[in-house]
């Protein structure tokens, strides 16, 4: 449900932004999609995310998200190599080397307060900086707001950044009770996260398919250029906008 993974960032980055709306080929779809999307999870996920945030103290949960967090650190440091950014893919793998062995299996995040910050990125990222057109905007059933281009990289995405890649071979999390406990408890302390940030979309007057729309695809941009994206204004002495590289 990536819809509710994007929410935090989404609205700190979107409000403000004066960009032309993009184009929907497949609203009529991707409307529907999303009210489904919106019905699963208010039926399913935000229960259990409420349920989860009242009986778990935050230190675990802390804990719960770092744990997956360094886990993703070697798939974000070969997605920088593959980007061209050598000194942080460098980061990126003792990241995982100092939290894995000092930081006890990853629960603590003693590689940030060393002063290695986490990076984030994907190989849908990855094949943007590499010239692959973002393609249509698509809303997938529970994954939520994607791209052509990021819904092909997807399934390599989940793959190699899942609990029960690293190490590989590892009898343990390749066991189905063991695999599928650490993937829920993953989408849950994750949507609990985000209980917060969803409140105030709720309350707010948005269009709340065209706010997650245009979220999604400016914050995209935005990661796959690495922040240097063109400032997009309305030219008053014309009908058409212009972009403004600086």
């Given amino acids: 449900m990536k819809n509710i993974v994007l929410l935090s ?16 080929p497949l609203e009529p779809y991707n409307r529907a999609m999303f ?12 229960p259990v995310a409420k349920a989860y945030m009242k009986v778990t103290p935050e230190l675990v949960r802390t804990w719960v998200g770092n744990f997956f ?3 993703q650190d070697p798939w974000i440091g070969i997605n920088n190599l593959a980007q061209g950014k050598p000194v942080d893919a460098m980061h990126d793998f003792a990241r995982f080397v100092f939290n894995s062995t000092l930081g006890i299996g990853g ?5 940030s307060e060393a002063g290695l ?3 984030d990125e994907d190989f849908g990222q990855t094949l943007g900086v590499w010239g692959v057109k973002e393609g249509p ?23 190699a950044s899942s609990p029960w890649t690293l190490p590989p071979g590892n009898p343990v999390v390749h066991d189905s009770k063991v695999r599928y406990g650490l993937s829920g408890m993953k989408l849950v302390n994750t949507r609990a ?4 940030a ?6 707010s007057t948005f269009d709340k398919y065209r706010f997650m729309r245009d979220s999604y695809l400016q914050l995209r941009r935005f990661k796959v250029r690495d922040g240097n994206v063109p400032i997009e204004y309305d030219d008053f002495d014309s009908d058409e906008n212009v972009d403004e590289t600086p």
């Fill in 198 to 203: 969803e409140r105030i979309l709720d309350e």
């Fill in 117 to 119: 910050p986490k990076h």
């Fill in 69 to 71: 967090g360094n886990l």
């Fill in 35 to 46: 009210s489904f999307n919106e019905k699963l999870d208010s039926a399913v996920m935000k």
């Fill in 137 to 159: 905007y698509v809303v997938l059933p529970f994954f939520g707001p994607n791209t052509l281009r990021d819904s092909s990289a997807l399934p390599l995405d989940a793959m």
């Fill in 193 to 196: 996260r985000l209980l917060g």
């Fill in 9 to 24: 960032a989404t609205l700190l980055l979107a409000v403000g932004c004066a960009n032309a709306p993009p184009e929907d």
């Fill in 107 to 111: 629960l603590l995040d003693i590689a």
